[in-house]
């Protein structure tokens, strides 16, 4: 008879335990948030200005050097209003995938990535040999899109092509009947 008393009280102590835990638990949720004290500011240490941030580009690896290359070459481009497009060297990719607009102003270059040109009156330019690291693009001289005129040999071989009229006439059936 004693096993039933203490496993009573046991359920009772264990009821009771809850019951405390979970009243705990509620005052924890009630109770309000003590007041978060500001973070004292974090020390800024300004940066300095690289020449790619000062030229309008991004900080990346490949791009070092990238505004002082430019101007050794510069006088090479095709400026118009102030503006020219030029590819620069991928080292890694080794080709030349970074396509830019480079705008000269009264401070110097500022330069904006693009995506590849594909205009139909221009090409890459690549007389400035493998050693410069830029493709200037540039505008296909005295080009005419409207009414281009063939060359004169294109025009000799047209003419000779038409049928000279003293030459017999050779005709040929379209639909010839086959014979039995």
């Known amino acids: 008879m004693k096993t039933p008393a203490l496993e009573r009280t046991s359920a009772a102590k264990a009821g009771w335990l809850i019951i405390v835990l979970t009243i705990g638990w509620l005052v924890f949720l009630l109770l309000p948030d003590p007041p978060k004290k500001p973070a004292a500011p974090a020390a800024s240490v300004p940066v300095p200005a690289t020449s790619l941030t000062r030229s309008g580009l991004h900080e990346y690896t490949d791009w070092e050097g990238l505004p002082e290359i430019f101007a050794i070459w510069a006088d090479k481009a095709e ?5 020219t497009r030029f590819a620069y060297w991928h080292p890694v990719m080794k080709s030349y995938s970074y396509y ?3 705008a000269r102003t009264a401070q110097g270059y500022h330069f904006r990535e693009i995506t590849e040109p594909h205009d139909t009156d221009h090409f890459w ?3 400035l040999g493998d050693d410069c690291p830029l493709r200037f693009y540039r505008a296909y001289p005295n080009l005419k899109l409207k009414n281009p005129e063939l060359p004169s040999t294109a025009t000799q071989t047209m003419e ?5 009229p003293d030459a017999p006439a050779v005709v040929i059936p379209i639909n010839p009947t086959p014979k039995p």
């Not at 000779?160 to 000279?164: G, L, N, R, V």
Request: charged share 45%; aromatic share 12%.
């Open 79 to 83: 400026w118009k209003n102030n503006r």
């Open 100 to 102: 830019f607009e480079a």
């Open 125 to 127: 330019d690549e007389s």
């Open 160 to 164: 000779s092509m038409k049928p000279k």
